[in-house]
Every structure is written in structure tokens, then in C-alpha cells.
């Protein structure tokens, strides 16, 4: 029994009664009042007892004194109550026995009881049906929580207790938010119980990490149960294993961006392979076009001067075709390495030579800072100076005027280490892990661009570094400067 401070179910008047309850019409449901007299009988209850309103009660042929009943509870302080009734053998109906569920009710400022009637029989079938649907659910491995309209767990298959890690008797009239507390955000768990209050749907995501670390991804949905005189009898929380959907999405969403980057890549290599071809082309057969004029016309003043412009337009192509070789030969794996053990002061001095007059020109201030001690690692010698002369013909593209380059040598431990700084303008944190690869440079398109290069540069140093077993880091701030830092084992002695 439910105590009587419980709040009555309340209507307007017996039109809105139906209106609200016209789902009462598949069982027996009938309104009494105090004196038993019918004031309302649907179309089954009036089809099995053959009363109609105005009607008595007790006149059903039953085992029970059905007008003590009535009057007992309508003087006790309970809100509804439940007893069993069966009919007599006079009765012409299959079925015999029914358990009422009474509750009170104010109609039309009245106080009327409303019984409704479930018969044993049809209940046994139920409960029947439970029965092989609780089978199903739990050899299905179906994940499935039951709670009442308040949101306490009555029922949990057994795959629900394996992915709570807890059986049912651990579960039972827990708090069905309070379960869920760590297994999914402590924001969900405020909404979940919204849900409850609010007797809304409710649905996240939750992911797993097992033992192996694999993350499984599991969609929870709480739906509630609606039935006859309460809004909400029952909420049902199901658990659906989506992590081959999820994945699958991430799959396709990473194959995207791949796309994506590629079609970006095509762009970047056809933008700057016509800018870096188109202008040494053209400055090539302008300096001939004006190298034979002068032939032509004996003026021999400026023949060194345009030899040179040639030369550095000739010299600015091979070295682009010479980067597209290699990095297509790292690419592919299809080279071959002459390992020597060499003194990498004397590698880096040899290449630091041959920039001398380019930095003289650009007003770039060289600053070396070698160990003592000769510094010996295992490297192919023109791949190791392939590297450095990229990295110091950067720092000197993209310095400033009257900025400077400081190379360093050191050791630490088993490795050998090179230092290449710049007082540049630097690059911005998140390109630079872009700019190691082909083709890409942090200005983008080719015509646009400030400075000449194909974008092979650092991709060639640092594939090299690598298949030499180095390391190569970049530190960089935008605005002040970058350092390259490399880093080769020592060889064995």
C-alpha cells in the first residue's frame, strides 16, 4: 500500500478522464464511489462483469464482500492498494481470477476510486514472456538496465554487469547516476540525472581502454517507459557497442585528411616547381639572349658579369633537380650509404667554406664555436656535408640583414652534437612539424612566396639525419630566430 500524503491523481471531469486514459481501454478499469455505484466503466469492464454505470459493484459474483473492501480503504490513510479477486463459476468468462489495483482519485472536485483490473492468467503469460525475454536478453548478451521512475536499478542483464564490473546484487536499488560515476564524465552524470528529473531521454558516449590498451566505445541511451496511471513507470538504459562504427568513421576522417594533405602537397609541388624552374629559366635565357648581343656586338664589359648570373641560375636548378633525386631515392629506399668515420668539426668546417661570400653578401655575421677535441662519428661524408649545407643556406635565406649564424659543436654522453642557429624570422610552432615535408614551406604558395626554394631543403636534412641514424630537432619562435639541432652517435673507438 502507498501512504495517502502521496498526491491523488486529480481531473477536471470524467471527458478529461477519457481523454488521458484511452489506453485503459485494453483492461477492465472501472470508477466507484464511496458507496460502490459506478460512474464509469470502459468497454472490457462492462464486455466481462456486464455492468454499466449507475450500477453496483457488488454485484459482481465474486469470493470477496467487495463493498467492505471499498469501505475499509476508503477510511484508511493509504493512497491505493492491491487485492486478488476471483469470480464465481456462475460468471460466463474465461477468465476467472484478477488482481485490482485500486487507487484514489478526485474527479470534478470528488473523491472516486479507479480499479483496474489484471487477470492472473494474462499476468502468468507475462510473466511467461519475461521469463524467455530475460533468457534472451542475458544468452543474447544484450546490455540492459531497468530502474524505476525514480531512477533505482530493478534489473540488469548479465552483460551490464560486465561492463559495470559489478553482478546485481551489487546493483540492485543503487542509484542508477551514482553507478554510472566514473564511467562516464561527471558532466554526463549532471545530465543524466536532468534527464531523470526532467523524465526526458538522455543519450552519450563512453569509452573503455582495456588491459592491451584498445579503447572500446559504447553508446548509452536511457529511454523512459511510459504505463497507464503514471507518466513515467520505468526507465530502460541500453548499452550498444559502436566501436567498429567509430572506428570505421576515424578511418575514413584520417584517409580524408590524408586526401586532403596530398591535394595540398600537389599544390604546393606544382605552385613551387613553376616558380622555382620558371624563374632561373627565364633569367637563364634572358642573361644568353643578352650575352649574345654583346658577342654580337663586340662589347666585352659585361660578359663576366652575365656568365655569373648564368652560372647561379644553371647552379639554382641543378641543386632543385638534385633535391627532387634525392628525396625520391629516400623515399624509395634505393640508395646506398659510404660509411667512414670522419671528424665532424672538420665536415662542418669544410661546409661552412662555401658560404663565406654568400653570407658577405647578405651581411650575415658567421659565428663558429667548435669542441677542442676533434669530435668523431660514422657518416657518409657527402650525405653528412648534403645536410649541413642545407641547414646553413637556410639560416642564411631567411636571416635578416646584418643578423647572425652561430655553429656549434659539442658532446654529451655517446653522441656528437650540431648546433645551427639563426637570428631569422623563425617559424611558427605548429608549422613546423609541416615543414619537414616535400614541397612544403610555411608560405605557401608558390607566386606568393618571399624567399626562393622548393620547400626540399629541410626535408632533405632530415631524412638524411636519419637514414645516417641521427636526430634532428627543431627549436624556433616566430619572430626570433630558429635552431637546428642534430644529433649523431659517436663512433666506436
Known amino acids: 500500500m502507498n501512504s495517502i500524503d502521496q498526491k491523488s491523481k486529480s481531473f477536471s471531469s470524467f471527458n478529461e478522464f477519457r481523454a488521458r486514459g484511452q489506453y485503459f481501454n485494453s483492461k477492465p478499469l472501472v470508477i466507484i464511489n464511496n ?13 466481462i462483469f456486464s455492468l454499466s454505470d449507475g450500477e ?9 464482500q467487495l463493498s467492505f473492501l471499498i469501505e475499509g480503504f476508503a477510511k484508511s490513510k493509504y493512497n491505493s492498494f492491491h487485492f486478488d479477486l476471483v469470480l464465481s463459476e456462475n460468471v460466463n468468462f474465461h477468465d476467472k481470477a484478477f488482481k485490482v489495483d485500486v487507487e484514489r482519485a478526485l474527479i470534478e472536485n470528488q473523491e472516486y476510486f479507479i480499479l483496474l483490473f489484471n487477470s492472473i492468467e494474462e499476468q502468468k503469460k507475462i510473466e511467461e514472456r519475461i521469463y524467455y525475454l530475460i533468457n534472451a536478453i542475458d544468452y543474447g548478451q544484450v546490455a540492459i538496465v531497468i530502474t524505476d521512475k525514480w531512477g533505482f536499478i530493478k534489473y540488469v542483464s548479465k552483460s551490464s554487469e560486465e561492463i559495470l564490473n559489478r553482478n546485481i546484487e551489487q546493483l540492485f ?8 560515476n566514473g564511467f562516464i564524465s561527471i558532466k554526463e552524470v549532471q545530465l543524466l540525472e536532468d534527464s531523470l528529473r526532467e523524465k526526458m531521454d538522455w543519450q552519450c558516449l563512453s569509452s573503455v581502454q582495456n588491459s592491451k590498451g584498445e579503447i572500446s566505445y559504447r553508446k548509452l541511451k536511457l529511454s523512459p517507459v511510459q504505463k497507464h496511471f503514471d507518466d513515467v513507470s520505468n526507465y530502460i538504459l541500453t548499452f550498444n ?13 584520417k584517409a580524408y585528411e590524408k586526401e586532403s594533405q596530398l591535394n595540398r602537397l600537389k599544390s604546393a609541388f606544382l605552385a613551387n616547381m ?4 620558371r624563374t632561373p629559366s627565364t633569367a637563364i635565357i634572358g642573361f644568353a639572349n643578352l650575352l649574345r648581343d654583346d658577342i654580337k656586338s663586340g662589347d666585352t664589359s659585361t660578359i663576366v658579369e652575365l656568365v655569373d648570373f648564368l652560372d647561379e641560375g644553371i647552379h639554382r636548378m641543378v641543386r632543385l633537380f638534385d633535391n627532387i633525386i634525392e628525396v625520391s631515392l629516400l623515399e624509395s629506399g634505393d640508395f646506398i650509404l659510404d660509411i667512414q668515420t670522419e671528424d665532424l668539426n672538420e665536415l662542418v668546417k669544410r661546409s661552412c667554406s662555401n658560404f663565406y661570400a654568400l653570407a658577405e653578401i647578405k651581411r650575415i655575421n658567421f659565428t663558429l664555436s667548435f669542441s677542442e677535441a676533434p669530435v668523431f662519428v660514422e657518416v657518409d661524408k657527402m650525405k653528412f656535408n648534403k645536410i649541413v649545407d642545407s641547414l646553413i643556406d637556410n639560416a642564411i635565406k631567411y636571416n635578416k640583414t646584418n643578423g647572425h649564424v652561430t655553429i656549434s659543436t659539442s658532446v654529451s654522453q655517446d653522441f656528437a652534437n650540431l648546433i645551427i642557429s639563426d637570428t631569422g624570422r623563425g617559424i611558427e610552432k605548429n608549422k613546423i612539424e609541416a615543414i619537414l615535408q616535400p614541397f612544403v614551406q610555411e608560405e605557401f604558395e608558390g607566386h606568393k612566396r618571399t624567399f626562393e626554394g622548393a620547400g626540399l631543403g629541410l626535408t632533405v636534412a632530415n631524412k638524411l639525419t636519419k637514414a645516417l641514424k641521427g636526430e634532428l630537432n627543431i627549436l624556433s619562435r616566430k619572430g626570433d630566430g630558429t635552431s637546428i639541432v642534430l644529433k649523431f652517435p659517436l663512433a666506436k673507438t
Open 274 to 277: 613553376s616558380h622555382e624552374i
Open 173 to 180: 536499488n543503487s542509484f542508477l547516476p551514482e553507478v554510472l
Open 241 to 253: 557497442d559502436v566501436t567498429e562504427h567509430i572506428n570505421s568513421e576515424e578511418k575514413l576522417r
Open 56 to 64: 453496483d459493484l457488488c454485484n459482481i459474483e465474486s469470493d470477496l
Open 35 to 47: 458507496f460502490c455505484i459506478i460512474k464509469y466503466g470502459n468497454t472490457a469492464f462492462q464486455t
